[in-house]
């Protein structure tokens, strides 16, 4: 967690400055966003596995899903910091150094607090550094049924997050509002945005924020009643409920293409905590159950890495569809222009139907035995 929260400053920092990069600018904040991403996996994953670790099986879900419940809780407070220090649609260095000062406190005290228990190694066995990635690819070698399941499920719904959460800002400024996002007060300016479109477009970003507070309202609500549920035993087989927020999800997003207007923009982007909430924590728990199922039922413990190892694993199936929705994006707004963004959203509801059909067919132990 440590070293993902260095590599966050460095790229973050970067992607922040990229603007300063010239012809090049480009190319480096791109390059920057996946990476960025990557190490925010670096540091998520192993709190995941820690859940995985701590928590019977019987308790797999609710643990996942009290993680989405306090990253709801993080989204909300760090939302609130980008509806003030986000002024300048331009300018974002402020707003990430803050959130990168914010992630060393809290990433730092669950470091000094958290204490893990090692596996004692057999009388002359070696580990190297490279153990963690032989883990890895055996892990992808022999890769099970059910867990190519969840990741496929988990492709598919990354694959439409990621069409959104790049776009989002850039759909409310330019196709809800109508708005023209370069500063016509600006001394020399030849280009074609005037007050008012710049105004329309500032309207679009205002919404953006508020719309990303809601959402952080709503992802915190949901994901902990559907906690509660769980923990009472009320709500058992968890494929079925992750399938209908991803319905959900999937009928707003292909409604955006059709139904124009604020009031439909305002009830997309906090729709979307629906489908985000069983995202951020039904595959992990579902894997953790898996783990916890399997050395209950063989009596043995497993094996230290296993459980981080196929986190990893899950994670691929998260930055492979980063990488590719970057380029497929990218693509239709050159060919389409702003245009692109409302296709790159309707094929992200289209994304999230096929990852809610896959969840219908996710196996699941009946961890109340």
């Given at each position: 967690m440590i070293?993902?929260l260095?590599?966050?400053?460095?790229?973050?920092?970067?992607?922040?400055c990229?603007?300063?990069f010239?012809d090049?600018?480009l190319?480096?904040?791109?390059a920057?966003f996946?990476l960025?991403d990557?190490?925010?996996n670096?540091?998520?994953?192993?709190?995941?596995?820690?859940?995985?670790?701590?928590?019977?099986?019987?308790?797999q879900?609710?643990?996942?899903?009290?993680?989405?419940t306090f990253?709801g809780?993080g989204?909300?407070i760090?939302y609130?910091?980008q509806?003030?220090?986000?002024?300048?649609p331009?300018?974002?260095?402020?707003?990430?150094?803050?959130?990168?000062a914010?992630?060393?406190i809290?990433?730092?005290i669950?470091?000094?607090?958290?204490?893990?228990?090692?596996?004692?190694q057999?009388e002359?066995?070696?580990?190297?550094?490279?153990?963690?990635?032989v883990?890895?690819?055996?892990?992808?070698?022999?890769?099970?049924g059910?867990l190519?399941?969840?990741?496929?499920?988990?492709?598919?719904?990354?694959w439409?997050?990621?069409?959104?959460?790049?776009?989002?800002?850039?759909w409310?400024m330019?196709?809800?509002?109508?708005?023209?996002c370069?500063?016509?007060?600006?001394e020399?300016?030849n280009?074609?945005?005037?007050d008012?479109s710049?105004?329309?477009?500032l309207k679009?970003?205002?919404i953006?924020?508020d719309v990303?507070?809601?959402?952080?309202?709503a992802?915190l609500i949901?994901s902990?009643f559907?906690?509660?549920?769980?923990?009472r035993?009320?709500?058992?087989?968890?494929r079925f409920?992750?399938?209908?927020?991803?319905?959900?999800?999937?009928?707003?997003l292909?409604?955006?293409?059709?139904?124009?207007g604020?009031w439909?923009?305002y009830?997309?982007?906090?729709?979307?905590a629906v489908?985000?909430?069983?995202?951020?924590s039904?595959?992990?728990?579902?894997?953790g159950?898996?783990?916890?199922?399997?050395s209950f039922?063989?009596?043995?413990k497993?094996e230290?890495?296993?459980v981080?190892s196929?986190?990893?694993?899950l994670?691929?199936f998260?930055v492979?569809?980063?990488i590719?929705?970057?380029?497929?994006?990218?693509?239709l707004?050159n060919?389409?222009?702003?245009e692109?963004?409302?296709?790159?959203?309707f094929?992200?509801?289209?994304?999230f139907?096929?990852?809610?059909?896959?969840?219908?067919f996710?196996?699941?132990?009946n961890?109340?035995?």
């Amino acid at each position: 967690m440590i070293g993902g929260l260095a590599l966050l400053g460095v790229v973050s920092t970067l992607l922040a400055c990229s603007k300063y990069f010239g012809d090049a600018g480009l190319g480096v904040a791109m390059a920057m966003f996946i990476l960025m991403d990557g190490t925010i996996n670096v540091i998520q994953t192993p709190l995941r596995a820690l859940i995985a670790d701590f928590a019977p099986p019987e308790q797999q879900a609710t643990g996942q899903l009290m993680a989405a419940t306090f990253q709801g809780l993080g989204g909300l407070i760090g939302y609130f910091i980008q509806k003030f220090l986000w002024t300048d649609p331009l300018e974002i260095l402020p707003l990430f150094m803050v959130v990168l000062a914010i992630n060393i406190i809290f990433v730092g005290i669950t470091c000094f607090f958290v204490t893990e228990e090692h596996f004692p190694q057999a009388e002359g066995e070696k580990t190297t550094i490279a153990e963690p990635f032989v883990h890895l690819f055996k892990s992808i070698r022999g890769l099970s049924g059910k867990l190519a399941l969840v990741g496929s499920c988990v492709f598919f719904c990354w694959w439409a997050l990621f069409s959104w959460w790049p776009t989002s800002s850039t759909w409310y400024m330019t196709i809800v509002m109508d708005g023209c996002c370069e500063d016509p007060s600006i001394e020399g300016y030849n280009g074609i945005c005037t007050d008012d479109s710049y105004a329309d477009c500032l309207k679009g970003q205002a919404i953006n924020a508020d719309v990303n507070i809601l959402a952080n309202v709503a992802q915190l609500i949901i994901s902990l009643f559907i906690a509660l549920l769980m923990n009472r035993g009320i709500l058992v087989r968890v494929r079925f409920v992750w399938s209908a927020l991803l319905v959900f999800g999937a009928a707003l997003l292909i409604g955006s293409k059709f139904i124009t207007g604020a009031w439909y923009a305002y009830l997309v982007g906090i729709g979307m905590a629906v489908p985000i909430s069983g995202i951020n924590s039904f595959p992990f728990a579902i894997v953790g159950q898996y783990n916890q199922e399997k050395s209950f039922k063989e009596g043995e413990k497993k094996e230290e890495l296993e459980v981080g190892s196929q986190f990893g694993l899950l994670n691929l199936f998260i930055v492979v569809p980063q990488i590719i929705c970057t380029l497929v994006i990218g693509e239709l707004r050159n060919s389409y222009g702003d245009e692109g963004l409302s296709w790159a959203i309707f094929a992200a509801g289209i994304s999230f139907g096929v990852a809610a059909v896959i969840a219908i067919f996710i196996k699941e132990y009946n961890s109340s035995k």
